[in-house]
């Protein structure tokens, strides 16, 4: 199985659904399904059967927070030396050249992703154009609208 890069903020975020799934979740579908039980015929019990499906739900997603936690290889941004350029877990400043709009992005797992936040996929595409790049270069993104250049300002590792 491949590792899958994860920040630390990341892996505690995870680790913490992990937990909340296992202490909170998992008993309360359990006692739906049991509160479901005593209404009697199972057949035609549409309770019973959303009280399973959600157990179904939580069961997968523990099994799939499971694996990605035993094949994370968890990054510190704050203790990265990448001597100044875009790597996994830096926070980066752009420009964009045709509008002059500023942006800043940190390049995270793609568990973690949330464009609201700031936070962007180390698969999406414009992460990949950075990466390596340093501030003063120009990278250039395939977007639906055509070609877009981002001047990079700024990389920090925070």
């Not at 199985?1 to 990341?10: F, Q």
């Not at 057949?43 to 799939?64: T, V």
């Not at 003063?136 to 250049?149: I, L, S, T, Y």
Request: proline letters at 3%; hydrophobic letters at 45%; zero cysteines.
């Amino acid at each position: 199985m491949a590792t899958i890069p994860l920040t630390k903020r990341g892996a505690e975020k995870l680790k913490e659904e992990l937990h909340r799934l296992k202490t909170v979740e998992r008993h309360a579908v359990i006692q739906a399904i049991s509160e479901a039980r005593a209404q009697g015929d199972l057949s035609e019990n549409a309770e019973y059967e959303a009280a399973k499906d959600k157990q179904g739900f939580i069961e997968g997603r523990i099994l799939e927070l499971e694996g990605k936690l035993a094949a994370a290889q968890v990054i510190d941004p704050a203790a990265l030396d990448a001597g100044g350029r875009v790597v996994f877990g830096a926070t980066v400043d752009l420009e964009e050249e045709a509008s002059g709009a500023e942006v800043t992005y940190q390049i995270v797992g793609d568990d973690e992703a949330d464009l609201k936040l700031g936070l962007i996929s180390i698969s999406s595409p414009i992460a990949r154009a950075m990466i390596g790049k340093e501030a003063g270069d120009v990278a250039e993104v395939m977007a639906p609208g055509g070609v877009k250049r981002y001047e990079i300002v700024d990389v920090r590792y925070l």
